[in-house]
């Protein structure tokens, strides 16, 4: 059972050959085996799990069942869930009981779907290793000294232990399709605007989607069709038409043009995930798929125009958590700044100050112009060269990241570094675009490298179709790793 | 040295919205403690804040109304600051592009007209309240005007007086309740002022340095601390001292304004377009259906009313003060129409002028009314004056029909059939008064006779009391004229 697509899972229930509960308290028998080795999740309350996975039950049972109800999912701490302790990986709501849901929370309730627990992430999703969290780093469940990337590290883990069938995740500069390649999984960033913010604790509002983590391409899908949805609480959702992201999925891919960008195949990728994506372009070749090369001249900016923008949010939406109202509150003080320096000194973690300072200086008076306005230029431009791309490709293919999963602990002291791991996944988020990250194969040392597929806007299904015919002919996202 | 006085405001009107600007939490005033303020109100970690699009037609609808420019694309921004009461620790308003610049609004100073240029007015959140009474060595937090929608008004330095600066807030509170975007309730902090003084040799073109006086929420308080204010900076100036930029607060008690941070102290609010609310387009067939809607406003009453119904500048703005007293005075004259009067239309403005701004008003500020509440309808207004106009009542009789009118005795002819204060049209009885009248007093005849115009009076006088000031006056005087003449 535990290496179940979502579809696989559906079926067993429509049948009858499994209930809900059972199937929940199956994957919690596994949590509780596998959890204390790999700190996948912050919260689990199988008593929460299985009162949701007996209303599943009652719901099929009374005829109404949806496509996946009853299956149940993880959700990264970052999704606020009335009653479940949301934390969001940080100390300063380590008390937080989420009172309301977020739309994605809400869509998941609605079709069904009972939560098996809310999973470890990097402190307010800062950070590519998961070792920024409160709650102490998540490991690589396919090498347990190595991270599992971030932000989304403990969806990505429980995904790939099959603790969870699938898991929610988001991806600000690539947490979504970074931990994915780290752990073998795939996972899809939807195109800005796609999923609701409402509920998603905001990191960098301009750049922050949720979106599905699965073991295939078709379960993303699956998932997509629950989470996505025009939401009226956020300025910043689409309003259009419902899609079936699974619609596609089986279109051949004869005559699919690829795209591959000279600044991807450069200088820094490891000769491991260069060989992996080199036999994955063959078998798109097989597939009936050109490759072209494509250019994106302005991506070598990306990095340092997303630690200009992300920051300057951040600062400003991390300002609320103040101890006035709620979540951490510094014991002792002598006065209100006092409460605030302390609560703020203590509740967050030396990433997430980073990130506040540099914000706070780049929206400082007498060098907003230089920084802040000159990174929205230049998110400008880096859009624009994927436009230009977009007129020779239907896709853009690149490794998701430059090398395998790191050893924990390998770029803690040098944060440029770190930021460096994202540099192929960034641009994607300053573009608004949509991406996903699959597994195509192993590194020498036996980790999982990620292939990154990234499309023009609402190109989702298109890219969820590119996915699922690799999968078809290949069998790398099958893969489970065996968790000592 | 001669001074100048240099003024500009900067005005929040708290917008009539049901709900607050970016949540749909209520605005209404009173409610116990953080019982309107919801998750988006409180900040929770998640929420997302959604543009109510009434403060967006409010805000277009002052615009219009002062002739300003309407940004088709406008954009709000985060202020960044930290404070209890601000739960975001960010106040969303807007700053580079404001929904409303460059218009304009005319004061009225005495008998002199004056414009007064508007630079931008712009849409804000309101923070909530820290109270500091009742909780002992602690603040207590009330977060139910947290969100509650502002516009900020900022006008131009172009006030030169706190007279002056009095004369554009009324004329901008007028304006703001007239086209309903505001309850004007100064008490319950509706309509907020800030005053930024400075002060220039005469004559001089450079602005002084300015200081702000911050949150006046009365008309009195505006006037006492410009002048407060102005007075302390001469006082510096003359004795060799510089003006530092500075915000300051004013104090009713003691009538002076003290520093409450210089400009050193000033924040870094850091400023950015806030990234959870796209840029607020106006679309021109909204603009042009809100405009559609817009009411005459008082501005063009004035001229309207001085043109058409040849009232002076006074009557015009005192008549148009509110939208309820235009409105009260325009039932009266519709009442009154066809004017019976034959002095035509403008003859019976300037009578039902006068009762409105006179009698009436006299009544009204007696019991604390507002006009609106008036004891006496338009309708039974217009009945009295149309008796006055045609001769039945005399002036002095007027005021008492006016009076029962007022205590509730139904309308005026009523009140004037039941006191039996109808004006004498019988010639033959007034014409047997006169006569009694000069038999009984033979003294003043022969004093009139001798020239003396003042022995006429005092027949006059004789015969209203005689007929108990039913007398058509101008009847009495021709009766008496041709009795003493023959």
């Known amino acids: ?221 699956l998932l997509m069709n629950v989470m996505a949805g025009f939401d009226a609480r956020d300025s910043t959702s689409l309003e259009r038409p419902a899609e079936d992201y699974t619609r596609d999925l089986t279109r051949p891919l004869i005559g699919l043009r690829i795209g591959l960008p000279r600044e991807y195949f450069a200088e820094g990728l490891s ?85 506040i300072m540099i914000g706070t200086y780049v929206l400082s008076h007498g060098y907003y112009d230089a920084y802040y306005l000159q990174a929205q230029k230049l998110r400008r431009l880096i859009a624009q060269d994927f436009a230009a791309a977009f007129q020779q490709c239907d896709v853009i293919l690149g490794p998701t990241t430059p090398t395998t999963a790191f050893e924990l602990g390998a770029k803690r002291a040098d944060p440029v570094e770190m930021y460096l791991s994202d540099i192929y996944t960034i641009a994607v988020n300053l573009a608004g675009l949509p991406g996903m990250s699959l597994p195509c194969g192993f590194g020498a040392d036996g980790r999982p490298v990620g292939l990154q597929l990234i499309g023009d806007y609402f190109s989702e299904a298109r890219l969820l179709n590119v996915a699922h015919q690799y999968q078809q002919v290949t069998d790398w996202h099958t893969r489970l790793p065996e968790v000592k | ?81 930290f404070y209890p009461d601000l739960p975001k620790g960010y106040q969303i308003s807007q700053y580079e592009l404001p929904i409303v610049e460059a218009g304009s609004l005319p004061i009225q100073v005495g008998e002199q007209t004056k414009t007064i240029r508007i630079t931008r007015a712009h849409l804000e959140e309101d923070a909530g309240k820290s109270l500091h009474e009742d909780f002992h060595g602690m603040t207590g937090i009330d977060l139910n005007r947290a969100g509650t929608p502002l516009l900020e008004i900022v006008s131009e330095p172009d006030m030169r007086s706190a007279q002056e600066a009095v004369a554009y807030a009324r004329a901008l509170h007028t304006l703001v309740t007239w086209i309903g975007i505001c309850d004007g309730n100064m008490q ?122 040849a009232l002076s500048a006074y009557d015009a703005a005192t008549l148009t003060a509110s939208r309820a007293t235009a409105e009260y005075f325009e039932a009266v004259l519709a009442a009154l129409s066809p004017s019976p009067s034959p002095e035509g239309r403008g003859g019976a403005a300037k009578l039902a002028a006068n009762w409105v701004m006179g009698d009436l008003a006299a009544a009204l500020n007696r019991e604390g009314l507002d006009i609106a509440q008036s004891r006496i309808t338009p309708g039974r207004l217009a009945g009295l004056l149309r008796r006055i106009d045609d001769g039945t009542l005399s002036s002095k009789l007027a005021k008492e029909v006016f009076a029962a009118l007022w205590a509730g005795e139904g309308d005026a002819d009523t009140i004037i059939a039941a006191r039996g204060l109808k004006q004498m049209s019988d010639a033959g009885e007034l014409e047997r008064i006169v006569d009694e009248v000069l038999a009984a007093n033979p003294k003043s005849v022969e004093e009139y006779r001798a020239g003396k115009d003042k022995a006429f009076n005092a027949l006059v006088g004789q015969v209203m009391k005689a007929t108990r000031g039913r007398a058509n006056p101008q009847q009495v005087n021709a009766l008496l004229k041709q009795r003493l003449g023959g």
């Not at chain 1, 073998?184 to 949720?210: C, E, H, N």
């Not at chain 1, 302005?298 to 979540?327: I, K």
């Not at chain 2, 804040?49 to 921004?77: C, D, M, S, T, W």
């Open chain 1, 271 to 355: 000769a491991d995930v260069a060989r992996a994506i080199e036999a994955a372009l063959a078998e798109f070749r097989r597939l009936g798929a050109q490759t072209v090369e494509v250019s994106l001249p302005m991506s070598r900016l990306s990095v340092p125009v997303y630690y200009v923008l992300a920051p300057a949010e951040a600062s400003s939406n991390l300002a609320r958590y103040d101890g006035v109202r709620y979540g951490y509150r510094a014991p002792e003080y002598t006065d209100l700044t006092d409460m605030y320096e302390r609560t703020r000194a203590e509740g967050f973690g030396d990433e997430v100050k980073r990130r």
């Open chain 2, 1 to 81: 040295m001669q001074w100048e006085t240099v003024i500009g405001l900067e005005v929040h009107v708290q917008l009539t919205t049901a709900a607050k600007i970016f949540s749909g939490a209520s605005t209404a005033f009173g409610a116990a403690p953080n019982t309107q303020a919801c998750a988006v109100d409180l900040a929770l970690p998640g929420v997302l804040p959604v543009l109510n699009k009434g403060a967006v037609e409010r805000a277009i609808r002052f615009g219009l109304a002062i002739g300003a420019r309407l940004n088709r694309i406008n954009v709000f921004a985060r202020k960044n600051y």
């Open chain 2, 188 to 309: 319950e902090g509706s309509f907020r002022v800030d005053a930024n003084v400075s002060v220039r040799p005469k004559g001089s073109e450079a602005f002084g340095t300015r200081r702000e006086i911050k949150n006046l929420n009365s008309f009195r308080f505006l006037e006492q601390a410009i002048e407060y204010e102005a007075r302390w900076q001469i006082g510096e100036l003359e004795d060799g001292r510089a003006i530092h930029q500075a915000t300051v607060l004013f104090d009713p008690d003691t009538g002076e304004t003290r520093m409450m941070r210089s400009k050193e102290e000033a924040h870094d609010y850091r400023y950015f377009p806030d990234p959870d609310l796209l840029p607020v387009k106006l679309d021109e067939d909204w603009i042009e259906a809100i405009r559609a809607e817009l009411p005459e406003l008082p501005q063009q009453k004035q001229a309207r009313y001085q043109a058409e119904l």
């Open chain 1, 1 to 221: 059972m535990n290496h179940t697509s979502l579809k696989q899972l559906s079926h067993l229930l429509a049948s009858g050959q499994a209930s809900s509960r059972e199937l929940c308290q199956d994957y919690l028998d596994r949590i509780a085996r596998l959890n204390p080795v790999l700190n996948a999740f912050i919260t689990v309350d199988p008593e929460r799990t299985l009162a949701e996975a007996e209303a599943a039950d009652r719901l099929r049972a009374e005829g109404r069942a949806g496509a996946l109800t009853g299956v149940p999912i993880a959700h990264k701490d970052i999704f606020c869930a009335e009653g479940w302790l949301t934390t969001c990986g940080s100390k300063m709501l380590a008390n937080f009981v989420a009172p309301y849901d977020a739309h994605v929370i809400e869509r998941c309730k609605a079709a069904g779907l009972p939560c098996l627990g809310k999973t470890n992430m990097d402190e307010f999703a800062m950070g590519s290793s998961n070792e920024t969290s409160y709650f102490g780093p998540v490991r690589n469940p396919w090498a347990l000294q190595a991270v599992p990337g971030g932000s989304s590290g403990g969806s990505a883990a429980a995904v790939a232990a099959r603790m969870a069938p699938a898991a929610t995740g988001t991806d600000t500069g690539g947490s979504i399709r970074q931990p994915a390649a780290f752990c073998g999984i795939t996972g899809l960033k939807p195109t800005y605007g796609t999923v609701s913010r409402y509920g998603m604790i905001a990191f960098a509002s301009s750049l922050d989607q949720g979106g599905p983590m699965a073991t295939s391409a078709e379960d993303c899908a």
